[in-house]
């Protein structure tokens, strides 16, 4: 299982969202999952992975599509 940000959140969702934000005085960050399994990689891709993880500031996944 992967996990991510949710971007698809329609207003209605964004306007419920804000208001509890506002009542409980915290700011709320929205996740959603995706049954994802990661990929085996070898030694190799992993450190091409984490070059670019670097040189970008994220992170990556490399999963079965």
Known sequence: MLCSLSTELDERDLGTITALEKQLGKTLLAFSCHPLKPAEISKEQLAKIQE?????????VAVNS
């Open 52 to 60: 670019v993880e670097s040189k970008l500031g994220i992170s990556l």
